[in-house]
């Protein structure tokens, strides 16, 4: 079916429903930052294949509401579409909650699908609307009926296990935490249907989502006993062996909803209701009691233990070397052979695969060469890449890989060759602000937002800043975006605590002409005990030089030279006892500068 089929079909299965708007998310019934394609609704209805964006379709009209990473690429796609585009943030476009009280009349019927949206959205939603007459039905899985040719089936990858040599507690330990946590909140069951959070809490894999190692299933802990919910063949009996020593039942993925009814009356069910379906929500047995926080899961997983920080170390080795071979290579073969933005991502692929235990990527890596890399979520394909030419110019590359041993995220920019003033003063700024985050010393209960500003007075003081946030959160063999803890402008009330893992990237964009990131892994370590309490500061755990070429020496300080040695010296120890001669001869010249 073209678009115009697609919405067609759809307006008249709404009127036959009796819905006189219909809600179409991007997300999928986990809320997975990487959606399955056979949740890919919003995709298939529109034609918009960006990461993020909803559509409503009203019974004479259509739009889709993106943010400004998708501008023009949504304007792309949804040409002779008859979707209008609404590009959220500039100023005068209203929300698409704005939009319906705007075109509907009071009375009327806004529909969605449930699974796909999670409890808090849908309560904003319903009391927004509410407010002028509207209400909000969330049973309305109208996409299903209507796509159903070429629909991919749900992901069926095989569960397999992470050992605890990676990660350092067993299921039993971890449970046996949740489950305190519960007492503490006088919960009897606790719903767990976001995927990192289920995989992290049983120490198990899977290979259903792009980039993210994670298994499409649910969970329920009670005091005494754990579900895990998921599609039959998916697990294999040594798995549910070591599952079931850990008194976790295996049921099917399709019963969660009928098992979440059959709750015991009077049971006290704790749910994240910002990570949980409404859908889910709605099917808990009326008679227990609702107590929404957030999943214990997140600041536990947050905190890496003294095995997971070993073994990142050890990838961050594995990483550091893939790393080192690429830049080592394009550097000599840039005026030899034809190169891409999607040929040198494909070519560092295949420098991380020669690495020992890599499996995967840990997001679609980002290659931006010269204005692309004004574009900090710039997405390079067979049509929009640029050619690297010899005229010089800044190349971008923002990647990572996936381990058992950990999940790796790091940018670099290089020169391409003749860098201008500009991009070498740019490039310093960056660096600046990227060691000043990186030799923070901050007290216990520090928030990330308080620590923001570091990254960027350098360049405030030049009247330049970068609109993303300096630093999130990196999952252990997980999610390479994962909260609660971040450093953003942005106020989130989480004190950083040790062990944490954030990245460290601040940039600057200049728009037609170049982009710059630096970009590596951070960890919280205890520093020291004063008088004032406990003090934290940052371990870098990203190996990798710099570029040499693009600094200038003459804007960095005494301290910020010393600390650039004192990491040189550290990458070159680290990286050059795997390295071939010849490669060590080059990150020697590398780690120097001056």
Same mark, same amino acid.
């Given at each position: 079916?073209?678009?115009? =089929?697609?919405?067609?079909?759809?307006?008249?299965?709404?009127?036959?429903? /009796?819905?006189?708007?219909?809600?179409?998310? &991007?997300?999928?019934?986990? *809320?997975?930052?990487?959606? &399955?394609?056979?949740?890919?609704?919003?995709?298939?209805?529109?034609?918009?294949?960006?990461?993020?964006?909803?559509?409503?379709?009203?019974?004479?009209?259509?739009?889709?509401?993106?943010?400004?990473?998708?501008?023009?690429?949504?304007?792309?796609?949804?040409?002779?579409?008859?979707?209008?585009?609404?590009?959220? /943030?500039?100023?005068?476009?209203?929300?698409?909650?704005?939009?319906?009280?705007?075109?509907?009349?009071?009375?009327? !019927?806004? *529909?969605?699908?449930? $699974?796909?949206?999670?409890?808090?959205?849908?309560?904003?939603?319903?009391?927004?609307?509410?407010?002028?007459?509207?209400?909000?039905?969330?049973?309305?899985?109208?996409?299903?009926? %209507?796509?159903?040719?070429?629909?991919?089936?749900?992901?069926? *990858?095989?569960?397999?296990?992470?050992?605890?040599?990676?990660?350092?507690? &067993?299921?039993?330990?971890?449970?046996?935490?949740?489950?305190?946590?519960?007492?503490?909140?006088?919960?009897?069951?606790?719903?767990?249907?976001?995927?990192?959070? %289920?995989?992290?809490?049983?120490?198990?894999?899977?290979?259903?989502?792009?980039?993210?190692?994670?298994?499409?299933?649910?969970?329920?802990?009670?005091?005494?006993?754990?579900?895990?919910?998921?599609?039959?063949?998916?697990?294999?009996?040594?798995?549910?062996?070591?599952?079931?020593?850990?008194?976790?039942?295996?049921?099917?993925?399709?019963?969660?909803?009928?098992?979440?009814? #059959?709750?015991? =009356?009077?049971?006290?069910?704790? +749910?994240?209701?910002?990570?949980?379906? %409404?859908?889910?929500?709605?099917?808990?047995?009326?008679?227990?009691? %609702?107590?929404?926080?957030?999943?214990?899961?997140?600041?536990?997983?947050?905190?890496?233990?003294? +095995?997971?920080?070993?073994?990142?170390?050890?990838?961050?080795?594995?990483?550091?070397?893939?790393?080192?071979?690429?830049?080592?290579?394009?550097?000599?073969?840039?005026?030899?052979?034809?190169?891409?933005?999607?040929?040198?991502?494909?070519?560092?692929?295949?420098?991380?695969?020669?690495?020992?235990?890599?499996?995967?990527?840990?997001?679609?890596?980002?290659?931006? @060469?010269?204005?692309?890399?004004?574009?900090?979520?710039?997405?390079?394909?067979?049509?929009?890449?640029?050619?690297?030419?010899?005229? *010089?110019?800044?190349?971008?590359?923002?990647?990572?890989?996936? @381990?058992?041993?950990?999940?790796?995220?790091?940018?670099?920019?290089?020169?391409?060759?003749?860098?201008?003033?500009?991009?070498?003063?740019?490039? !310093?700024?960056?660096?600046?602000?990227?060691?000043?985050?990186?030799?923070?010393?901050?007290?216990?209960?520090?928030?990330? @937002?308080?620590?923001?500003?570091?990254? $960027?007075?350098?360049?405030?003081? =030049?009247?330049?800043?970068? /609109?993303?946030?300096?630093?999130?959160?990196?999952?252990?063999?997980?999610?390479?975006?994962?909260?609660?803890?971040?450093? &953003?402008?942005?106020?989130?009330?989480?004190?950083?605590?040790?062990?944490?893992?954030?990245?460290?990237?601040?940039?600057?964009? $200049?728009?037609?002409?170049?982009?710059?990131?630096?970009?590596?892994?951070?960890? +919280?370590?205890? #520093?020291?005990?004063?008088?004032?309490?406990?003090?934290?500061?940052?371990?870098?755990?990203?190996?990798?030089?710099?570029?040499?070429?693009?600094?200038?020496?003459?804007?960095?300080?005494? =301290? #910020?030279?010393?600390?650039?040695?004192?990491?040189?010296?550290?990458?070159?120890?680290?990286?050059?006892?795997?390295?071939?001669?010849?490669?060590?001869?080059?990150?020697?010249?590398?780690?120097?500068?001056?």
């Amino acid at each position: 079916m073209t678009i115009h =089929e697609r919405i067609s079909t759809l307006r008249m299965l709404m009127e036959e429903k /009796g819905i006189d708007a219909y809600i179409i998310p &991007s997300e999928d019934p986990h *809320g997975s930052e990487y959606v &399955s394609p056979h949740w890919q609704f919003r995709k298939w209805i529109s034609g918009f294949t960006g990461s993020a964006g909803t559509v409503v379709v009203t019974g004479n009209a259509a739009g889709l509401w993106t943010d400004f990473r998708y501008y023009i690429q949504a304007a792309e796609e949804l040409e002779g579409s008859d979707i209008e585009l609404f590009r959220v /943030g500039m100023d005068g476009v209203p929300s698409f909650e704005t939009w319906l009280i705007e075109n509907l009349k009071r009375g009327q !019927t806004v *529909g969605i699908d449930g $699974r796909n949206l999670s409890a808090e959205m849908a309560e904003k939603i319903q009391s927004l609307l509410s407010q002028f007459g509207l209400s909000l039905k969330s049973d309305c899985s109208l996409m299903d009926q %209507i796509w159903k040719e070429d629909r991919p089936p749900l992901p069926r *990858g095989k569960i397999f296990l992470h050992d605890e040599k990676y990660n350092g507690l &067993s299921r039993g330990e971890k449970l046996k935490k949740i489950r305190r946590i519960m007492i503490e909140k006088g919960a009897t069951h606790h719903v767990l249907t976001s995927l990192d959070d %289920i995989c992290w809490l049983y120490n198990i894999r899977g290979d259903d989502l792009d980039c993210i190692p994670v298994v499409i299933s649910y969970s329920l802990v009670t005091l005494y006993q754990a579900y895990l919910f998921v599609e039959k063949g998916k697990i294999d009996e040594t798995v549910k062996t070591a599952l079931n020593k850990s008194s976790v039942e295996i049921l099917p993925y399709s019963d969660v909803e009928r098992f979440m009814s #059959e709750i015991e =009356e009077d049971s006290i069910v704790l +749910v994240d209701k910002r990570k949980t379906s %409404i859908r889910i929500i709605d099917s808990i047995n009326d008679k227990a009691e %609702i107590k929404n926080t957030e999943n214990p899961t997140i600041l536990l997983k947050s905190m890496k233990n003294k +095995v997971e920080i070993d073994n990142v170390r050890k990838i961050m080795k594995l990483d550091g070397v893939a790393m080192v071979r690429f830049l080592k290579w394009i550097e000599e073969n840039r005026n030899r052979e034809p190169m891409s933005e999607l040929s040198l991502a494909a070519k560092l692929k295949g420098f991380r695969k020669m690495g020992k235990d890599f499996a995967g990527e840990s997001f679609t890596s980002i290659p931006a @060469y010269r204005a692309h890399g004004a574009l900090c979520h710039y997405s390079a394909d067979e049509d929009s890449q640029f050619s690297i030419d010899n005229k *010089g110019g800044l190349f971008l590359i923002d990647s990572g890989g996936q @381990y058992p041993g950990g999940t790796t995220d790091i940018t670099r920019t290089i020169s391409m060759g003749n860098p201008s003033e500009e991009e070498i003063r740019d490039y !310093t700024l960056v660096l600046k602000g990227h060691i000043a985050l990186s030799m923070a010393q901050f007290p216990a209960g520090t928030r990330g @937002y308080q620590l923001d500003l570091l990254a $960027r007075l350098a360049m405030w003081k =030049e009247g330049i800043d970068y /609109g993303h946030g300096t630093g999130h959160g990196v999952g252990h063999y997980l999610s390479v975006h994962e909260g609660p803890q971040n450093i &953003s402008p942005k106020p989130v009330d989480v004190p950083l605590r040790p062990g944490m893992i954030l990245s460290n990237e601040p940039g600057i964009y $200049r728009e037609g002409s170049h982009g710059i990131r630096i970009e590596n892994l951070v960890l +919280v370590q205890e #520093e020291k005990e004063t008088d004032f309490g406990k003090f934290y500061s940052f371990e870098t755990l990203t190996l990798c030089p710099y570029e040499p070429q693009l600094i200038d020496v003459s804007l960095l300080t005494e =301290e #910020e030279l010393q600390w650039i040695d004192e990491y040189n010296q550290l990458v070159f120890h680290n990286l050059s006892t795997d390295l071939s001669d010849d490669e060590t001869k080059w990150l020697k010249g590398k780690t120097k500068i001056g």
